[in-house]
């Protein structure tokens, strides 16, 4: 089984074979010096949203999961939630808007992630996504994350997420 290292320069991610320092058919990588996205234990960050019909739909297109819970509000009122509910996956696109937008900020890339969903949100329900960094080493932080209903108070999803910290060039 063949091995491949990445190396990252001039923000192009490179695949080499182990035990070689530079890809034959590639130019020549060029040393530079990076920092971090200043980032401490403790940064917190939030946003709010509420998922409208219309957006559970655009969802459900995208991704092929037509399940009729999400849409259909006559099969939904059968159901233990009474009426159609937000997808799971859709609430963890908050934290993914985040993350990506706020703190880290641009750059940063989701490794892995653990997640719960205790409640369950429904369409037009305002919810906040909260993250908070618990862990920082190096290059990678591990953040707690959180969507709750800000009328209720009751939590949607929960846990937390691996991710690398973005690079930027020093000045």
């Not at 969802?59 to 009729?68: E, K, Y």
């Not at 719960?116 to 960094?133: C, H, M, Q, R």
């Amino acid at each position: 089984m063949l091995k491949m290292l990445r190396t990252i320069s001039n923000q192009h991610l490179w695949w080499c074979r182990p035990g070689r320092r530079l890809c034959p058919s590639l130019p020549a990588l060029t040393p530079r010096l990076f920092q971090h996205v200043h980032l401490q234990v403790g940064d917190r960050a939030e946003l709010s949203r509420a998922f409208t019909h219309r957006d559970v739909a655009a969802f459900s297109q995208l991704t092929g999961d037509v399940n009729p819970l999400h849409l259909n509000e006559d099969f939904a009122k059968h159901t233990k939630f009474g009426k159609p509910i937000v997808h799971g996956v859709l609430i963890n696109g908050l934290i993914s808007a985040l993350l990506g937008t706020k703190m880290p900020g641009p750059g940063c890339v989701f490794l892995s992630q653990e997640i719960n969903f205790p409640a369950p949100l429904y369409i037009g329900e305002v919810v906040l996504a909260s993250a908070e960094v618990k862990k920082l080493k190096r290059f990678l932080a591990v953040i707690a994350v959180n969507c709750s209903v800000i009328e209720s108070k009751k939590t949607v999803m929960e846990g937390w997420v691996k991710v690398m910290v973005p690079e930027v060039p020093r000045s």
